[in-house]
């Protein structure tokens, strides 16, 4: 069965500061990994994710994650924090080869970014 | 454009009622989805159909019923509420059922039980 855990349910940084929210996931076989932003009151938007090849994968505003499989880790990582970055931040598992698209969640970060 | 929305926004209803939430997409895609959030924000899946059929049935009371008239419309009917029904309900979308897919959120539903 697959499980993710993020690491602290809020994360607190200052405007233009380095931003770093971790997430460590479960999986049986290969998994694919996602992260998401849902902001107050609104749906999840897609940040980025990973299937297969380069490990260190771009998304949307500056974000990016590195898939490290000896660490089983997908932290989510941005040189800079703006004020429009705070929001709620999930990362999510899929496993390969289960036939179906069955994202499992963690319990989300909340991101707070002070002037 | 909205891609997958959500009917109503907000849903306040008395413990017994019976409700539904309608989901539309415009994506063309093939396979849809119904989400949970609780109060503590954590997303746990309840149902996925793939062209119309059902593919996925985590373990929901059968209190709540989906439907898919067609590959573009998933409603979830919720008869004899209670007050733990209480949530954020998302449905979702993806061009195919397959486990690298990225799936698409709506707005979200919040229905709160009296």
């Known amino acids: 069965a697959q499980s993710v855990t993020q690491l602290g349910s809020h994360v607190s940084v200052s405007e233009g500061a380095l931003v770093l929210l971790r997430c460590n996931y479960s999986s049986s076989v290969p998994p694919y990994l996602f992260w998401y932003v849902q902001y107050p009151n609104q749906g999840l938007q897609l940040l980025l994710k990973y299937t297969t090849g380069a490990t260190l994968v771009k998304g949307i505003n500056g974000f990016e994650a590195e898939f490290k499989k000896s660490e089983t880790s997908f932290h989510l990582t941005k040189p800079s924090a703006h004020m429009s970055d705070a929001a709620e931040y999930f990362c999510a598992v899929s496993e390969a080869n289960s036939g179906y698209s069955t994202l499992t969640f963690g319990k989300g970060t909340m991101l707070l970014v002070s002037p | 454009d909205t891609a997958v929305s959500q009917t109503p926004k907000y849903l306040v209803t008395q413990m017994g009622n019976d409700k539904s939430i309608k989901c539309e997409q415009n994506l063309g895609h093939d396979t849809m989805y119904w989400y949970k959030q609780d109060s503590k924000k954590f997303l746990k899946i309840m149902f996925s159909?793939?062209?119309?059929?059902?593919?996925i049935n985590e373990t929901v009371p059968n209190r709540f019923s989906p439907k898919s008239p067609d590959k573009a419309h998933l409603n979830l009917h919720i008869n004899s509420l209670e007050l733990g029904d209480s949530a954020v309900y998302f449905c979702a979308s993806s061009q195919e059922a397959r486990e690298r897919e990225t799936q698409y959120f709506g707005p979200g539903t919040r229905l709160l039980v009296l």
């Open positions: 159909y793939n062209n119309k059929e059902l593919i």
